[in-house]
C-alpha cells in the first residue's frame, strides 16, 4: 500500500513556497510505454515516475497521448502533494477552482475530493459529487481544459470513474445528424431545470465569481487535435438557443443517449497512487457512489480556452 500524508495547513504553506525552487531529487526515467486502455478513450503511460524530472522529449510525447486519447493514466505513483502540483503544470496552468470549499488551504489551485464532502452552505449532509454524465465547470464563460486526479485514499470496492468520448460519439453520427448539430449554441447554468441530482449550494463568493447562464457552441473544435465533439453536460446544459424547449429536449436526449453508449467509453478501477488526466473539451466523465468506506483525491485543473466552433 503507497503512503500519503494528508495536509496540514503549516505544511502545505511550507511546500508550496518550495514548488519552484525544489528541483526533484529523483533519477530521470528512461523509456516509457503507451497502452490504450479502449478503442475509443484511453491509453496508459507505462514506466514514468511523475515525481521525476521529465525531459522535454517525454513531456511532448506525455501530452500527444495525452490530447490523442483524451484520458491518460498513470498507475503506482507515490508522489507528494507539490510533486503533483509540478507534473500537472506540464499540461499548462493550473487554475483556482470554482468552488473554495474543496480547495486546499494555502493553495487554491489544489483541491480534494473527499467520501466526506458535505453541503456545507446548504443541507449539511454527505453528497456524492458528480454521479451523471459532464464535463467540468462548463458553467463558466473559459472551462477548464484538462482535469488532473490524484488517488490516496480507494474503497476496495466501486468508486469508479467512467468516462465517454465525445468526439468518437461525434464522428460516429451520420453527415446529416452532424450537419443537424452544427451552428447550434446551448447555455450551461450551475445547476440546470434538467440536471439529474440536486447540486451542492455554493459559497457567496462562488457565485459572484462564477454566476452561469453562459452559451457555448453545441459543437466545439479542440485546438490540440482539431477534432470536434460534442459540448454538453447533463447537470449544466440547459437548452439549445433558436429551439423550442420541447424540440431542445428531445434533442438533448437524443444526444445523452448517444454518449452513454459503451462502445464509447471507458471505465476506470482506482487504486492508490493513480493519476488520471482528462480532456474535457473531448469527454465527459461521472463519478459512481457505490462504494463504502474512504474515498479521498486530489484534484487540479487546468486552464483551457473559451469553447470555439
Known sequence: MLEFEKPSESKWLVAFKQIQKCPSSKTKGEKVEVRKLSEFVGAEIVGLDAGEEISQDTRQKIYKTWVDHSVLLLRNQNISPHEFVLFGKQFGVPIIQTLSDMNVQDCPELAYISSEDRDVHGSGKRIIRGTSWHT????????PKATI????????????????SSAA????????????????FSTHAYQSSRSPRPMAIRAAEDEKRYPGGVTHPLIRTNPDTGRRSIYVNTVRTECILDMNR???????????????????????????GDIIVWDNRSVLHKANGDYEGKRFLYRMMIEGEKPAL
Open 246 to 272: 420541447e424540440k431542445s429536449d428531445e434533442l438533448l436526449d437524443k444526444i445523452y443517449a448517444h454518449l452513454d453508449q459503451k462502445k464509447f467509453q471507458y471505465r476506470h478501477k482506482w487504486k492508490p
Open 169 to 184: 460519439a461525434f464522428e460516429a453520427l451520420s453527415k446529416e445528424q452532424r450537419t443537424n448539430l452544427e451552428n447550434k
Open 149 to 164: 486526479l490524484l488517488g490516496i485514499d480507494i474503497p476496495d470496492k466501486g468508486g469508479d470513474t467512467e468516462f465517454t
Open 136 to 143: 467540468d465547470h462548463s458553467y463558466a464563460e473559459v472551462p
